[in-house]
């Protein structure tokens, strides 16, 4: 099993997404990367410097990273700063959280690959993951609960084939 801490906007979209993708074992919507421990939401969107995100485990024999990241770069646009879709402000920032070094190289050689595809520069930050907070109950899952939620990520995208 492998983690990773991924951060690309609302973190409702990015967990309903990934918890449809085969390999994915777990997934937790919360906040990282911020300056107090236990933010709540509130503490978050009032500037608590956390961005919303998900924690996800792995079955790296099913999914490898690479495969994990060509789905985060298919549904979170990586030039944008502090902002995806409708969603503005530092928490929606594009972030991943790697928990191995070996991660990181990985990670950082996968975004060299794409930056071609992108007319701007990728902003997507690479960083070690500090401690991940679990967001509150009515955050996990939230799509799934709430079908006709906001989401800026398309959904219909698990439909297409990743190459």
């Known amino acids: 099993m492998k983690r990773i801490t991924l951060a690309g906007g609302c973190f409702w979209g990015l967990e309903a997404y990934f918890l449809r993708v085969d390999g994915v074992l777990k997934t937790s919507a919360g906040y990282i990367d911020g300056l107090s421990e236990n933010p709540t939401y509130r503490d978050v969107c009032d500037g608590s410097g956390h961005a919303e995100a998900?924690?996800?485990e792995y079955d790296e024999n099913i999914i490898?990273?690479?495969m994990v990241l060509k789905h985060?770069?298919?549904i979170v646009d990586p030039t944008?700063?502090?902002q995806q879709g409708n969603d503005i402000g530092m928490?929606?920032?594009?972030?991943?959280y790697y928990y191995d070094l070996e991660d990181s190289l990985t990670i950082k050689k996968h975004i060299d690959s794409i930056k071609a595809n992108y007319k701007k520069p990728i902003q997507?930050?690479?960083l070690l993951a500090s401690t991940f907070y679990d967001a509150?109950?009515?955050h996990q899952k939230?799509?799934?609960k709430n079908p006709n939620g906001y989401c800026h990520i398309n959904l219909s995208l698990l439909n297409e084939k990743l190459d």
């Open 54 to 56: 998900i924690y996800l």
């Open 64 to 66: 490898e990273l690479n």
């Open 72 to 74: 985060f770069f298919r």
């Open 80 to 82: 944008q700063i502090n």
């Open 91 to 96: 928490q929606y920032r594009s972030s991943i």
């Open 124 to 126: 997507t930050k690479v």
């Open 136 to 138: 509150e109950e009515y």
């Open 142 to 144: 939230y799509l799934d």
